[in-house]
């Protein structure tokens, strides 16, 4: 129910996602109590700078994917992973990324319909089996991560259109190889690659786990990224990691 997982979402804690510190319905409304935060989100920050510093942007998208794969060790997929649900929220001098949302459109979409084929999420950052209205798993919430690594580095889109439904076709059925992001911006080697793999079309060519996907941002350019003390206890290995959209290590119960 939505209440059941609204709940399970609620007691995710982690640094770089927004607390939810209630969730209900009223009448046929469902709401959610989050923290209030200062500052902007990932989409503003874009169309206001267009490209990124590898490190800079690395050091905002690195602390997501591993919040991203705490929620998916405790079982929640996002589903909707894009700028706007990123919260660059300043705190005195320290500006924190902070995923929000979490959980919500998967929430939202279980209490809409559980019928097969209903897309839910937003085409620019849609894994292809989710524009599909294919069961999607956490390996979906890795692909909109890469695609915003592009777009932050390169100041484009791997795939764009005016037209919504011609942009869902192509992301869900166009298999073809996208413009590799070196094309608009000298890149390491590395960096690019794990762009483009956490991208792939095929959702099993993908990292085995977000946290493995952060494990490689972490390795890749990587004497030019520089992680934040506070983000060091973030870079362990959760309990449960989960691969290819299955929990290891981490007992099944709900939390």
Known sequence: SFLAEGMNAA???????VDVTDVGVVGE????????LEGEDLAAAYARQGRFEIAELVDLLLPVAFAVAIGHCHGVVHRDLKPGNIFLHQEGCRLIPKVLDFGVSRLLG????KTPGRVFGTPLYMAPEQARGEPSDTRADQYAVGVMLYQGLTGRLPRDSDEAEKLLHTVAYDSSPFAPPSRYVELPAGLEGAICRAMSYDPEQRFGSMHDLGQALQRRGFEMVIIDQHLEAALIPPVGVVRAGRVEGLASQAL
């Open 11 to 17: 007691r995710i804690r982690h640094t770089n996602v």
């Open 29 to 36: 409304l469902p709401y959610l109590v989050m923290s209030l």
């Open 110 to 113: 279980a209490l809409r319909t």
